[in-house]
Nanobody, 123 residues
């Protein structure tokens, strides 16, 4: 069983910063890509940023230059540093990890999601 636990959300003023963390635990052989998604009320969940095990990053156009994703493989943790926040960044942010796990007698890759953390950007 693999669990992802997010932390760091909250209320922040426009122009402010917040850092999200997501720690994975459980029966992990290794973690492939990790990422952050968000879902605003009435909208579909969208990719914010993701990072490969080797550190290659990918960002949504709307957050390029403002958000930075990073990870610590030794701690099975991914971070999202969000700067210059805008009201349109308000959403529930979800952590995602593609985890290689033992499935009976073989290794297999599975996607896991965190429970979500609310980020509200408002004055």
């Amino acid at each position: 069983q693999v669990q992802l636990v997010e932390s760091g959300g909250g209320l922040v003023q426009p122009g402010g910063s917040v850092r999200l963390s997501c720690a994975a635990s459980g029966s992990i052989f290794l973690i492939n890509a990790m990422g952050w998604y968000r879902q605003a009320p009435g909208k579909q969940r969208e990719l914010v940023a993701d990072i490969s095990r080797g550190g290659r990053t990918n960002y949504a156009d709307s957050v390029k230059g403002r958000f930075t994703i990073s990870r610590d493989n030794a701690k099975n943790t991914v971070y999202l540093q969000m700067n210059s926040l805008k009201p349109e960044d308000t959403a529930v942010y979800y952590c995602n990890a593609n985890v290689r796990e033992w499935s009976r007698t073989a290794l297999a890759d599975y996607d896991h999601w965190g429970q979500g953390t609310q980020v509200t950007v408002s004055s």
